[in-house]
T-cell receptor, first 115, second 112 residues
């Protein structure tokens, strides 16, 4: 299906486990982003990527790792999950036009609970 | 550091009434975005405002941008229940490679 998808949609894990959240987009957008959404904090950027093999930190990168070997995929890994990483995670993508970013399109989200 | 402030954070309206949501930001920006989020759902793009004085309208929603005042407004005309959602503004800080800074959102509830 066209668009941006995330998997899994729901995940429960335990403290200390490694978890990988997947994000896939079919538009061939250059830019991809990972956000977390928490009550009282709104959306905060974790990592972003300008192209395959180019990634950079956002506002709250600690405890997370990303990679982007292919344009369409942008997985987010929690190396050793902590309870504070319980959140809803959104992936987004956008194109770069005329020297500026276009609007970002968001995936459906992954609700992660760390026990 | 770019800060984005929305107010009000909560808004309860009656159907048929008009109201405005405000979005202030603290530094120069190239673009301002408005998104809508329904409970338990993802974010949906509503408007992208590109320049000073930009105005966009879709149905009962109208967004405007004043870059000199660093202010955007989202005006709701004759609210209906279907507009109940959380509305976020987001600002693209100049030179940030498209990184958006989001406001905390305005939760709108439209009651009959």
């Amino acid at each position: 299906d066209a668009g941006i998808t995330q998997s899994p949609r729901y995940k429960i894990t335990e403290t200390g486990r490694q978890v990988t959240l997947m994000c896939h987009q079919t538009w061939s957008h250059s830019y991809m982003f990972w956000y977390r959404q928490d009550l009282g904090h709104g959306l905060r950027l974790i990592y972003y990527s300008a192209a395959a093999d180019i990634t950079d930190k956002g506002e709250v990168p600690d405890g997370y790792v990303v990679s982007r070997s292919k344009t369409e995929n942008f997985p987010l890994t929690l190396e050793s999950a902590t309870r504070s990483q319980t959140s809803v995670y959104f992936c987004a993508s956008s194109e770069w036009t005329g020297g500026m970013a276009d609007t970002q399109y968001f995936g459906p989200g992954t609700r992660l609970t760390v026990l | 550091e770019l800060k984005v402030e929305q107010n009000p954070l909560f808004l309860s309206m009656q159907e048929g009434k008009n109201y405005t949501i405000y979005c202030n930001y603290s530094t120069t920006s190239d673009r301002l975005y408005w998104y809508r989020q329904d409970p338990g759902k993802s974010l949906e793009s509503l408007f992208v405002l590109l320049s000073n004085g930009a105005v966009k309208q879709e149905g009962r929603l109208m967004a405007s941008l004043d870059t000199k005042a660093r202010l955007s407004t989202l005006h709701i005309t004759a609210a209906v229940h279907d507009l109940s959602a959380t509305y976020f503004c987001a600002v693209d800080m100049r030179g940030s490679q498209g990184n958006l800074i989001f406001g905390k959102g305005t939760k709108l509830s439209v009651k009959p």
